[in-house]
């Protein structure tokens, strides 16, 4: 078997020990993302086997990556079939993609994580520090209302162990308010009544679960802040985002199998709870990613087109060259069972907040994960 075979083979039919000797072979030659891309192949023909399983998941665990405070997981190259002929129109027709290999994290972003990478401040302040002079222009005050109204949504939902969102002005734990002529100063938990907490001892924290109201726009701002000549950050492209998140296997509708949903599974169907569950409070995918389905809906790179897999190139596909919206993934935890497929599509527009307008991704059910694609390979 030849590397152009091994990396266009797809769908339901081949001998799994082949690919599995394939991948002990390129193992042995020094080729290790080879070889992860043909035991992942051997994987999703015998998802069952304990051998190739277990080789698969040491290899894939030995392509991890820590950077910037993140874990990226290797999501082998390879073909896959993508799309559903189950779902909606727009999830047809089935079509084979190949990939190049690339690193996703391992959950989507957590307020806390993007202040930091972005150098602001921490939550719940979380904005950037900037000059006297700027911040005193109309300019920088019509900007900084717009983000501090992305912030009062994330107050409700980013905090790791609030249970239900109120009056966003009681999820401000350092938010003195004082009466007009400044005297008899009181807490948000003395005006406003206690926010619902699994462990109210704790400090107010935001790094468990993911962030939301979030532009894809202000994500591309991270990506070019922490991207360097070695190392690209990007949204995944649409095909990245459902390659990794079906973690190997074939054909089925979610990134643990054929099983209908359920809450164990994933965070989906609490439209009544107003709270996010921590992505990490999920088990992993067969890529050892968090919370593919359900949570948050996540941006990726490409602009929607209803049609657009009619003609989908077959390699690295980049999706249409310019739209109105772009792609969201994965369904959230407001969603029906439907929605968290891992080929359900969905779209929405979006702005930055130094627009100074109100976007219509300031919703507390849209957040990201970060692609990682090394520019040494």
């Known amino acids: 078997m030849d590397r152009e075979t091994l990396l266009a083979s797809c769908g339901p039919e081949g001998n799994a020990r082949a690919f599995a000797d394939m991948a002990i072979e390129l193992k042995h030659d020094g080729v290790p993302v080879l070889a992860a891309t043909a035991y992942d192949r051997a994987f999703g023909l015998d998802p069952t086997d304990k ?58 972003l957590s307020w806390a994580a993007y202040c930091r990478l972005m150098g602001w401040q921490q939550p719940p302040k979380a ?34 162990r609030t249970m239900r969102a109120r009056d966003w002005h009681a999820h401000d734990p350092e938010q003195i308010w004082t009466s007009s002529d400044g005297t008899n100063p009181r807490t948000a938990r003395e005006l406003f009544g206690p926010v619902d907490r699994d462990e ?12 939301v109201a979030v532009s894809w726009q202000e994500v591309d701002e991270l990506c070019r802040r922490i991207s360097c000549e070695r190392v690209t950050y990007r949204l995944p492209t649409e095909a990245e985002w459902e390659k990794a998140a079906r973690g190997g296997l074939i054909g089925a ?75 969201l993934r994965g369904g959230s935890w407001a969603d029906c069972a439907s929605a968290v497929t891992v080929s359900f599509r969905a779209s929405r527009k979006a702005c930055h907040w130094r627009d100074g307008e109100w976007g219509h991704h300031m919703a507390p059910n849209i957040g990201f994960r970060l692609c990682r694609v090394s520019n040494e390979i």
């Open 51 to 108: 051998e190739i399983n277990l080789a698969r998941n040491r290899l894939l665990e030995s392509l991890a990556v820590r950077e910037h405070g993140l874990l990226f997981r290797h999501v082998p190259g390879g073909s896959f079939l993508m799309g559903s002929n189950d779902g909606d129109a727009d999830e047809r027709p089935v079509h084979p993609v190949e990939l190049s290999g690339f690193w996703i994290s391992d959950a989507p």
């Open 127 to 160: 904005c950037p520090v900037e000059p006297a002079t700027r911040r005193e222009s109309e300019e920088s005050r019509r900007q900084m209302f717009m983000l501090h109204q992305a912030n009062k949504i994330r107050l409700q939902y980013c905090e790791d």
């Open 200 to 211: 109210d001892s704790r400090p107010w924290a935001y790094s468990e679960k993911p962030m």
């Open 253 to 327: 509708a979610y990134p643990w199998g054929i099983g209908h949903p359920e809450a164990t599974f994933c965070d989906f169907n609490r439209f009544d709870q107003f709270s996010i569950q921590p992505s990490r409070r999920f088990s992993p995918n067969g890529y050892g990613l968090h919370a593919m389905s359900g949570g948050i809906c996540e941006w990726v790179s490409d602009w929607y087109d209803s049609r657009f897999y009619l003609t989908s190139p077959r390699r690295n596909p980049k999706g249409p060259t310019s739209g109105d919206e772009r792609i």
